[in-house]
């Protein structure tokens, strides 16, 4: 267990990962004809044990392919006491699947969930941060589909939503559907994604820190991701040249840095799953309507 030395010991913050296999990913959305082997499984364990090291709870964001291949893998995931939400079923963006087949995306993911669960999965996050301003719609079929709370919304989409591009602030779409915005930061006049992944992989610690710090410094909680091939890769992730793909290549770079990361960040803060995080904005409902509309986006 790590010393830990947090800043700002009133504010918990949102550590959360997307369970996802980089191969599998490339493939569905590129259409590459390359073998898949499927390492998200022995990634994921790596990480939960690097998690558990430290004491850190987070949400999982998984896949429904991911849980149909692997439903020993959710259940040890639950079994560590993470939170785990929907990415999707075949990790492919709302946009490219239209409505129809999104909505059978969602409700498919959802349900396989939460048959190994045995619980309510009513959280989401969209594979690629695939809800744009072209696909508002997507918002519409989560809560048909039952979902309650999206963390989806990075600035580009906010302003189509009637928000500032910077407003980190969770706020309640239809009074339904609680978004928790990605964390933001402003440079050059222009919102932009800070939450980890490829957004801060380049982004000396350091800096990250001090920018988090000030969040914190205002009572404001900040959301962190990365994937289990970003936090300690296996086998073809660990590759030079992975999956065939330049674009792959180029993008894995950086693939095991979280490692150091995340232990860093652990020291200065303190992280629990998004709801933990945000509980405060996901408010208790009466006759499927939320109690306090206020910040409700109609």
Request: aromatic residues 14%.
């Amino acid at each position: 267990m790590i010393e830990n030395t947090q800043t700002s010991p009133v504010v918990i913050n949102a550590l959360c990962f997307d369970i996802d296999d980089l191969a599998y990913s490339l493939s569905t959305k590129n259409g590459a004809n390359f073998s898949s082997e499927y390492l998200v499984e022995k990634e994921t364990y790596s990480l939960l044990e690097f998690l558990d090291g430290l004491g850190l709870k987070a949400t999982m964001f998984v896949p429904g392919y991911v849980a149909e291949h692997f439903p020993g893998l959710i259940g040890a995931i639950s079994h560590a006491n993470h939170d785990i939400g929907s990415h999707g079923y075949e990790h492919i963006i709302a946009e490219q699947l239209q409505q129809k087949r999104f909505r059978n995306d969602v409700v498919m993911s959802k349900k396989r969930l939460e048959d190994i669960l045995s619980r309510e999965v009513s959280t989401y996050r969209s594979p690629s941060w695939g809800i744009t301003a072209r696909t508002l719609w997507a918002y519409d079929v989560l809560i048909e589909a039952g979902y309650s709370v999206d963390n989806t919304a990075q600035p580009s989409l906010l302003k189509h939503l009637g928000r500032s591009p910077s407003d980190m602030m969770p706020f309640r779409y239809k009074d339904l559907l609680t978004v928790i915005p990605v964390t933001s930061f402003k440079f050059l006049n222009r919102s932009v994604p800070f939450n980890g992944g490829l957004f801060c992989a380049y982004v000396p610690i350091a800096f990250q820190i001090r920018y988090y710090e000030s969040l914190n410094e205002k009572g404001m909680a900040f959301n962190y991701f990365c994937h289990p091939y970003e936090f300690n890769p296996g086998g073809a992730n660990r590759q030079v040249w992975k999956c065939h793909s330049l674009a792959a290549t180029m993008y894995g770079m950086y693939f095991g840095i979280y490692r150091y990361y995340l232990r860093r960040l652990a020291s200065r803060f303190r992280f629990g799953p998004l709801k933990e995080a945000y509980g405060s904005y996901i408010e208790p409902k009466i006759d499927g309507r939320a109690e306090n509309p206020a910040g409700v986006l109609r």
